[in-house]
């Protein structure tokens, strides 16, 4: 199982940027796919979560209204659309997925919002 995220950076309050995983090693589309972050000094948030088919998802109150999750089950990818930033939501973003009782990660993606 590989997990691979791009698309961090730095953006300014109030900008956007879109976060993208792709996933290998595993049938992407019969598993729900999660991002959460970790912000510096703090524990790990969960931050929203997609189905299978992408036809559910569910979002952190952080977050919900601002974010978006999709994904695209013929490129083996999941995405966090990030509009509305604002500097709470500094931290490095982890996609996830569970596989039969274990859990796994990518190497997570930076995401730094400052003026």
């Known amino acids: 199982v590989q997990l691979v995220e791009s698309g961090g950076g730095l953006a300014q309050p109030g900008e956007s940027l879109r976060l993208s995983c792709l996933a290998s090693g595993f049938t992407f589309s019969t598993y729900g796919m999660m991002w959460a972050r970790q912000a510096p000094g703090k524990g790990l948030e969960w931050v929203s979560n997609i189905y299978p088919d992408g036809d559910r998802t569910m979002y952190a109150d952080s977050v919900k209204g601002r974010f978006t999750i999709s994904r695209d089950n013929d490129k083996n990818t999941v995405d966090l659309e990030m509009n509305s930033l604002k500097p709470e939501d500094t931290a490095v973003y982890y996609c996830?997925?569970?596989?039969?009782?274990?859990?796994?990660w990518g190497q997570g993606t930076q995401v730094t919002v400052s003026s």
């Open positions: 996830s997925v569970l596989l039969r009782s274990n859990r796994y």
